[in-house]
């Protein structure tokens, strides 16, 4: 199911650009660029931010099909709001900030009690090593269908949040971000992100105890 219709000449902000010279540009060089009309330069941002933005988004509403429809919309409201981003918070926090608000919108149109398809629990960057691991091929099957069990569960676990705790919880402990960059991103106090983040981890933990050690 769509989440909303784009025009096709807005389609094309999410395509692939010419390629811009390899350079590791900083999201505020990109943000300037794109501000000046640079489609490539948000094509850029586009690729550095859109793995971690559909996970995210997996995670708030279950569907990957909706996900990707939400994180199109994002990126398209990104690239048309550009103007009013001040650099205040980084890019990725701003832009997080408008998914978040399109998945909160989409689930109290839709609900949140739908199909649940088997997500990657993993962290959006594999830089540090953050974030619970899928399983590895290498394992023998025993171990990954014992793998694959606990991660369904952790999934239903964490679809099973009010929508408030589950924010938090997968900016945080799943994508990684810092307390403040949630606040920023929820447009509610840090000390409101820590007391939900502390429900949202007891009430998973009263979940899935026998799997707590």
Known sequence: MACGTLRPQDRLIL??????????????????????????????????????????????????????????????????GLGSFEGRSSFYTWLYSIAYHLAIS??????????????????GSDEDG???QVQDDS????ARAERHETRRRIEQAIAGLEDDYRAVIV???????DYQAIAEAIGCPQGTVKSRLHRARLAL?????????
């Open 171 to 177: 900016m945080r402990d799943i994508d990684g971000l």
């Open 106 to 123: 989409h689930r109290r149109k839709f609900g949140s009690a739908r199909h649940l398809n088997p997500l990657s629990l993993q962290h």
């Open 139 to 142: 394992d023998p099957p025993e």
């Open 130 to 132: 953050g974030g619970l």
């Open 205 to 213: 933990r009263e979940q899935l105890k026998d799997l707590v050690t």
């Open 15 to 80: 395509r692939k650009s010419e390629p811009m010279p390899e350079t590791e540009l900083a999201d505020e060089v990109l943000v300037a660029q794109a501000k000046r009309g640079d489609r490539a330069a948000f094509g850029l941002l586009v690729e550095r931010y859109q793995h971690a933005l559909f996970n995210g988004l997996c995670r708030m509403v279950n569907q990957r099909e909706d996900a990707e429809d939400l994180a199109q919309e994002a990126f398209v409201k990104a690239f048309r």
